[in-house]
């Protein structure tokens, strides 16, 4: 399956989410914060297939972590999760280099089928 880096500043948030992926047979990394994922993006020289960030984090937000990891690796996929209606409406801006926002709450289902679609989506656009 896939490979994903999984950013999110709530532990909780990012166990569950991090279950949630490894049930449908994902090898994820995970990062605490944006600088947090940056650093395990270069460290694996953008070798994943998906990034999944909450947008509002603490040094370094989703936004900004996008942006920067678009510029460096064009071919990562990237999905967004927000609570926050402003933040959604930062993202909306965004459509060239993210696949996909979550808003929260959402249920892993949700979670689990959005990222299934941008996978797959990657997948045929690569193929």
Sequence with gaps: MAHILLVDDEESIRGFLKRGLEMDGHAVVTAIDGSDGLDRLVEAEGAFD?????????L?????????????YPDLAIM??????????????????????????FT??????SVRRVLSAEARCAG
Excluded at 50 to 58: E, G, Q, V
Excluded at 60 to 72: E, P, Q, T, V
Aim: hydrophobic share 50%; glycine share 6%; net charge neutral.
């Design 50 to 58: 998906l990034m999944l960030t909450d947008i509002r984090m603490p």
């Design 60 to 72: 370094m937000d989703g936004i900004a972590l996008a942006l920067a990891a678009k510029r460096d």
């Design 108 to 113: 892993l289902a949700d979670m689990r089928a």
């Design 80 to 105: 967004l999760m927000t609570g926050f209606a402003d933040q959604r409406e930062r993202a909306r801006g965004l459509d060239a280099i993210v696949s996909d926002v979550l808003t929260k709450p």
